[in-house]
Nanobody, 122 residues
Framework: QVQLVESGGGLVQAGGSRRLSCAAS????????MGWFRQAPGKEREFVSR???????VYADSEKGRFTISRDNAKNTVYLQMNSLKPGATAVYYC????????????????WGQGTQVTVSS
């Protein structure tokens, strides 16, 4: 049984930082591209960042330079370091394991975590 368990969400002031973690089990973690999506109230789930099995990274334009994705294959964990947070980043953040290919679409996700809430106050 595959599980992706996010942690690290919470309330943070605008301009602050937060680090999300996603612990994976039940899959061959090192062979999956992993990523983060988010969903704000009333909006569709959107791509945030992706990291391949060999460490190549991609970011949504809105978060380039402020968010950093990383992974520790020995710990089966992927991280999202979020700096200089803006109120617009308020959302539920979801960890995801991608199917094969290079798409960033929600349709390219093999497994989802349950999500963790990040609220950025102004």
């Amino acid at each position: 049984q595959v599980q992706l368990v996010e942690s690290g969400g919470g309330l943070v002031q605008a301009g602050g930082s937060r680090r999300l973690s996603c612990a994976a089990s039940g899959l061959s973690f090192s062979s999956y591209a992993m990523g983060w999506f988010r969903q704000a109230p009333g909006k569709e789930r959107e791509f945030v960042s992706r990291i391949t099995s060999n460490g190549n990274t991609v970011y949504a334009d809105s978060e380039k330079g402020r968010f950093t994705i990383s992974r520790d294959n020995a710990k089966n964990t992927v991280y999202l370091q979020m700096n200089s947070l803006k109120p617009g980043a308020t959302a539920v953040y979801y960890c995801a394991a991608f199917t094969g290919g290079t798409s960033y679409s929600t349709k390219s996700i093999a497994y989802w975590g349950q999500g963790t809430q990040v609220t950025v106050s102004s």
